[in-house]
Nanobody
C-alpha cells in the first residue's frame, strides 16, 4: 500500500486548505485513516482519525471545530478540510492508514501501518 498526499501550500491566517491522500492497494474501506503533522523541531502529533464504515471520528483538541476529516471509499481517498488556519498549524502533514484502533490508542501512532510522504502547509501571518 502506498499513500500519496497532496493539497498543501502557503495560505494566510484565517484561510482554508483541503488536503487529499490517495491510497493504493486493497483494504482501504476496512482501514482506519487519519492525519498527523510535524512542525519544525517538534515531534509528530496526531490531528484526526476516521474509523471505517461510518465509524468514530476523533480530533486533536487544537484543531477541533476547524478541521474536518472525511473519506471516499470509492476513490480510496481521505481528505482533511482545514479552515480558520493559524500560524501554529504550519507543519508537514502526513496521512496514515492502518488497523481499526481501540479508543485508547486512536490518537497515537500505534494503529498506523502505512504513511504518506507528507505535504507542507505554511500559514503566514
Amino acid at each position: 500500500v502506498q499513500l500519496q498526499a497532496s493539497g498543501g501550500g502557503l495560505v494566510q491566517v484565517g484561510g482554508s486548505l483541503r488536503l487529499s491522500c490517495v491510497s493504493s492497494g486493497p483494504g482501504f474501506s476496512s482501514s482506519a485513516v487519519g492525519w498527523f503533522r510535524q512542525a519544525p523541531e517538534k515531534e509528530r502529533e496526531f490531528v484526526a482519525i476516521k474509523r471505517p464504515s461510518g465509524g468514530s471520528i476523533y480530533y486533536a483538541d487544537s484543531v477541533k471545530g476547524r478541521f474536518t476529516i472525511s473519506r471516499d471509499n470509492a476513490k480510496n481517498t481521505v481528505y482533511l478540510q482545514m479552515n480558520s488556519l493559524k500560524p501554529e498549524d504550519t507543519a508537514v502533514y502526513y496521512c496514515a492508514q492502518g488497523s481499526y484502533p481501540i479508543t485508547s490508542v486512536a490518537r497515537t501512532e500505534a494503529w498506523v501501518r502505512y504513511w504518506g510522504q507528507g505535504t507542507q502547509v505554511t500559514v503566514s501571518s
